[in-house]
């Protein structure tokens, strides 16, 4: 089973930029399908962006040209750059890898996650 770790988020103004990290281990095979959700207070869980294994992304309308998802697959580290940041993106991310061998950027894909880490932004 994989675990997954996520590192990097914090607190920063409007317009600053952070870089959020999940480390995986405990699974020798790669998941077709990692991707990063958040979730703000009273709101549901939605996706960010997702990477496929063969590099292929796709995003949020909310963050295109903003936020870039990147791995390493060298370091089993998935990557979420995050640029331009607004205060409507505080939330807490989480970093997902995907149940089988679709990609789409809905909760149902994704069978294990990380703890989450904190993201909040300020105007």
């Known amino acids: 089973q994989v675990q997954l770790v996520e590192s990097g988020g914090g607190s920063v103004q409007a317009g600053g930029s952070l870089r959020l990290s999940c480390a995986a281990s405990?699974?020798?095979?790669?998941?077709?399908?990692m991707a990063w959700f958040r979730q703000a207070p009273g709101k549901e869980r939605e996706g960010v962006a997702y990477i496929t294994t063969y590099g292929t992304t796709s995003y949020a309308d909310s963050v295109k040209g903003r936020f870039t998802i990147s791995q390493d697959n060298a370091k089993n580290t998935l990557y979420l750059q995050l640029n331009m940041l607004k205060p409507d993106d505080t939330a807490m991310y989480y970093c997902a890898a995907g149940a089988g061998w679709s990609c789409a950027l809905t909760t149902g894909n994704f069978d294990t996650w990380g703890q989450g880490t904190q993201v909040t932004v300020s105007s």
């Open positions: 405990g699974d020798s095979n790669r998941r077709y399908c």
